[in-house]
């Protein structure tokens, strides 16, 4: 952490209430619970936030499983984050084919878990952000603005941005310029309802590529490959603004 501490930092952490029969290779929960507070104790509570996402119900998870669930973990990251974001599966061409029992989630469950999940989340000081979810959580009290936006950056740095107009990846995505890195098809967690894998004998075979003195993460330069210098600019406004912390502090010592 040492080395990122120089770098405008924003952490997802995901934890989910699966077993090993939906992800295979996920560390245990209760350690990543307390490696989120950890990260939390380093970043702080504007620079971390908790997804708990992809939610689907079979009749394994419940909806009263996964409010029970929900509510443990909220209740033990209370006042190491202020964000949650929740989403419902997504039916992915490699969702369908390693994961063909599960179905999409009905908009009344969709309803009701969001409403309680809400509540649940505002009691442990905790905002819900649904994931290209659209407005319907809402009403309920839901932030459907986005995951990212230009605000959440600036609180996680403590610096105002001055940023150009970007959209985000999808269409459903509210969120201020994200992208992917890594690379599909090498995720060694296996987890059932994940979009980016493909069949477990694929992703072995591209895990055994990976070469840790390699700038890539799987595989190394090959010939004919074509490197793109990609330019850097920081877009932190370095002008201080009148109404910054220092200057109301001097202010309120005047007055």
């Known amino acids: 952490m040492d080395l990122l501490k120089n770098f405008g930092q924003y952490w997802f952490v995901t934890i989910t209430p699966y077993g090993r029969d939906i992800e295979p290779n996920v ?45 443990q973990i909220a209740e033990s990251l209370k006042g ?24 999409e989630v009905l908009q009344t469950d969709r309803l009701k878990l969001g409403k309680e999940m809400i509540k649940i989340a505002a009691e442990c000081d905790m905002t819900v952000k649904p994931c290209a979810e659209g407005n319907e959580l809402a009403e309920y009290g839901a932030d459907c603005s986005g ?11 403590g610096k105002r941005l001055i940023a150009p107009k970007k959209k985000g990846a999808r269409a459903e995505c509210a969120c201020y310029l994200s992208c992917d890195i890594g690379a599909y098809n090498t995720c060694l967690h296996l987890c059932k309802y994940c979009y980016a894998n493909d069949v477990p004998a694929v992703i ?22 074509r490197i793109h210098e990609v330019p850097q600019e920081s877009w932190i406004d370095m002008q201080e603004s009148l109404f910054s912390a220092e200057n109301m502090r001097r202010s309120i010592c005047k007055v």
């Open 27 to 71: 560390p245990d929960k209760h350690r990543l619970i307390e490696d989120f507070k950890t990260l939390s104790g380093h970043v702080g509570v504007d620079s971390i936030g908790w997804r708990y996402d992809p939610v689907f119900l079979s009749e394994k998870y419940t909806m009263e499983y996964h409010l029970h669930a929900f509510r």
């Open 147 to 157: 995951c990212m936006k230009i605000r959440d950056y600036e609180k996680a740095i």
């Open 80 to 103: 190491y984050t202020k964000t949650v974001v929740i989403s419902f599966i997504d039916l992915y061409p490699k969702v369908r084919k390693n994961f063909p029992e599960t179905r």
């Open 204 to 225: 072995h075979a591209q895990n055994r590529l990976h070469d840790p003195s390699s700038p890539f993460l799987i595989g190394n330069y090959m010939e004919g490959d």
